[in-house]
């Protein structure tokens, strides 16, 4: 999944290969993808400047994009019609272009070189290596067996809803049942597992009278996703497969066909300078979620500000990309997430698992007033920020976004309050997986002071103190509130119970010092990844609104992902990449290519 933790659960302490020709032997199977930060750099080159060259594609996107509802087009149609809407010449050519290299991009850029025999480029826009969400997450994925393959398509009818259309199910399942089979084949190490990191699985396994528990297992992977990722490309390496990685890429703009809606190829920039790219069979995105993108997630997400703790190069840049070609965007509120702190500083926007170390806190809203068991948090694993969904008219906002955690110098002197390198959690973005160009920080300090200095942990030496720091931030919290909240809590504490949330409480323990210091972080939903992105069919295939295949535009992984109405499937995220990944990968190497009539 897209970073999930065991931490952040608690706010404190059908397209078969074998029906393919040109598609041969077993397969592959594990993970997510990326996005990405620009590189626009000034000045003109060959006459030319860099926003008039890219603007082309937008134009031509823009003329598309008013018909394409109108054109139903056969995906295996291979008209080349010429115009200025081709480039008169490419920088590069593959057959099988895939854009993002994490775990959906790596999947299908395997299946398109080793499986089906195809000359695959990959763009990437981190400036090194890649590897997206996927590689630096838990690394797990899901496990299903042949013998319980109907009875999980009924658990993923049940939890979504019916928002997931039955093809999309039976696809997913039905090569989902392979990833063990992919996964031997490629090298990867795991255990299969019964309970995730998490918690139990599947997420909602009480459905319908508990019929689904155990439906499904999920790996289990020493070293978690970094193990895998590398694994994977030792064995792209070692198979020295025509997969060809480009670094620093960014500002794509499809290029399509206005005459039968086509994609051909690929406008970018790489390190900065133009290029194009012609994909004689097709593009695959896999370009990840838009969790750093803030325009994207206040439009789109059910609740906001959401903060997330993953790949600062998912921005939602694929959303763009397919938007210029007319397709149809689907799932674009659903998150795999649950709560975790955000650091409110502008040098280190991101999320972190964090909370106080002890049992002495409690949590409130934005108007300094307790409203759960902090205990008993609510939500399942991956679904922790629903709790988060309260709307208060009277201040006409979310009232829990954000919540506060309160505690005092127990929470501090109990060790380091976030995860750290070297800890046993060690996946996200500070690990020392990752190269220092990648490194997003180091991971939390041994004595949490770093954090106070930063002001990621407000410190006041008396309660009131503590409300005014928070009031420069948020100036809903009421001091009076917090005061009442705190002297009820801390006699809550005398009693041995609470009886409003039912949350056992021991004066010992739980209660907060009466002297101060007193500590506060600031808790959002968050953490992991985004969800939506454009419809596609059980061939993974982009739609546009009026359900037409968009030839030769496939979409895998978080970018579109199949799952709605909630985040249902324990290692979903990383079996997205695998399915959807092998399955477009497939397909679009099935194709004839588009220029196949030009070269006779």
Request: with cysteine; proline share 4%.
């Amino acid at each position: 999944q897209g970073g999930a933790s065991l931490l952040g659960e608690r706010q404190g302490p059908m397209f078969d290969a074998r029906e393919l020709d040109s598609c041969a032997g077993a397969g592959i199977g594990s993970f997510i993808q990326v996005g990405g930060r620009n590189t626009m750099s000034k000045g003109m080159e060959g006459g030319v400047s860099r926003r008039s060259f890219l603007k082309g594609a937008g134009v031509a996107a823009a003329a598309v994009a008013g018909s394409a509802a109108l054109a139903g087009c056969a995906s295996g149609s291979t008209g080349a019609a010429s115009g200025d809407w081709l480039p008169k010449s490419w920088d590069y050519e593959c057959d099988l272009l895939v854009i993002g290299y994490g775990g959906a991009g790596m999947w299908a850029s395997l299946i398109g070189a080793d499986e089906c025999g195809q000359e695959v480029i990959v763009l990437e826009k981190a400036p090194v290596e890649g590897g997206g969400n996927s590689r630096i997450n838990n690394g797990e994925w899901t496990i299903v067996e042949e013998s319980d393959k109907e009875r999980f398509k009924k658990y993923i009818k049940a939890f979504t809803h019916g928002k997931t259309p039955e093809p999309m199910i039976d696809a997913w399942v039905n090569e989902c049942v392979r990833n063990t089979e992919y996964a031997d084949k490629y090298g990867m190490t795991y255990e299969v597992a019964e309970q995730a990191l998490a918690g139990t699985i599947p997420e909602y396994w009480f459905l319908d009278d508990g019929k689904y528990a155990g439906c499904i297992g999920v790996s289990s992977v020493e070293g978690f996703g970094m193990t895998t990722f590398h694994e994977l490309e030792a064995k792209r390496a070692e198979l020295g497969l025509p997969i060809e990685l480009k670094f620093d890429c960014s500002e794509e703009h499809l290029i399509q066909n206005p005459e039968n809606k086509e994609i051909v190829g690929v406008k970018f920039l790489e390190a900065g300078a133009e290029k194009t790219i012609k994909a004689r069979k097709g593009v695959v995105l896999c370009t990840g979620g838009f969790e750093f993108n803030e325009e994207l997630k206040n439009t789109y997400l059910s609740i906001y500000p959401f903060k997330f703790e993953g790949w600062r190069f998912n921005t939602g840049d694929g959303i763009r990309m397919v938007e210029e070609v007319g397709a149809k965007l689907w799932h674009m509120n659903m998150v795999i997430s649950t709560t975790a702190m955000w650091t409110r500083d502008p040098e280190y926007d991101f999320a972190i698992f964090a909370g106080p170390q002890s049992n002495a806190f409690f949590t409130v809203n934005r108007l300094g007033k307790r409203y759960q068991n902090e205990n008993k948090t609510g939500g399942t694993a991956h679904n922790g920020w629903h709790t988060l969904m309260s709307f208060n008219d009277a201040i006409d906002d979310y009232d829990r976004i954000p919540s506060w955690q309160i505690f005092d110098q127990k929470g501090i002197d109990g060790g380091p309050m976030g995860t750290q390198q070297g800890g046993w959690f060690e996946c996200g973005n500070y690990t020392t997986d990752l190269p220092d160009e990648l490194r997003d920080w180091d991971g939390w300090s041994d004595d949490n002071q770093v954090e106070i200095e930063r002001g990621w942990v407000l410190k006041g030496d008396t309660l009131e103190d503590l409300a005014k720091k928070i009031q420069e931030f948020d100036h809903w919290m009421d001091y009076d509130n917090l005061k009442a909240t705190f002297d009820e809590y801390q006699a809550a504490c005398d009693a041995g119970m609470d009886p409003r949330f039912d949350r056992e409480l021991n004066a010992e323990e739980d209660k907060l010092t009466p002297e101060g210091p007193y500590y506060a972080i600031s808790i959002y939903p968050g953490s992991c990844s985004t969800l939506g992105g454009p419809k596609k069919n059980a061939n993974a295939q982009v739609l546009d609104p009026a359900g037409n295949v968009i030839p030769r535009l496939y979409a895998a992984g978080s970018f579109g992902n199949f799952q709605a109405h909630s985040y249902g499937i324990t290692g979903g995220n990383n079996s997205e990449n695998m399915t959807w990944g092998r399955i477009g990968g497939r397909h679009c190497a099935g194709l004839e290519p588009w220029d196949k009539e030009e070269k006779k």
